[in-house]
């Protein structure tokens, strides 16, 4: 089994922090006070590393908000366009006697799918020059 080097550092401290050291190894289940001295230095340590990196994270945060800022953008000009067409929409009635290809009518199910409704809806095509109805 190998021996696990240490290096030994003079530490001269406070009778206070002497005091605090002896109160609170124990509660923090620590098996000597070099271990909570250990520990005490890597957590202040780490404390210093972040306040020194504190230009990173916060970049790394305003990243992520620009991105999501974007895509919520994107979303409001896409919403405002939709808007637009239905504040500009006409009724028409003339009819084209070609029938309305497939994908499109998919599509238009689709887009309503989403929408709130009380009951369930028929979705009612005509098809042919005979005026029949092919229920959905």
Not at 65 to 85: K, P, V
Request: charged share 30%; aromatic share 8%.
């Amino acid at each position: 089994m190998s021996k696990e080097t240490r290096e030994r550092i003079a530490f001269r401290m406070q009778p206070e922090t002497r005091r605090r050291i002896e109160q609170w190894y124990a509660a923090d289940n620590c098996q000597s006070k070099n271990e909570f001295i250990e520990k005490a230095v890597n957590f202040y340590v780490d404390h210093l590393e972040i306040q020194d990196n504190q230009t990173l994270l916060p970049m790394a945060i305003q990243s992520a908000i620009d991105g999501r800022l974007s895509r919520m953008e994107d979303y409001i000009c896409m919403e405002n366009n939709f808007l637009s067409l239905i504040k500009t929409r006409r009724s028409v009635r003339a009819y084209k006697s070609e029938p309305v290809p497939s994908k499109a009518l998919d599509a238009v199910l689709e887009a309503g799918q989403p929408a709130a409704r009380k009951q369930n809806y028929i979705v009612r095509t005509i098809c042919g020059k005979e005026g029949k109805y092919a229920d959905q």
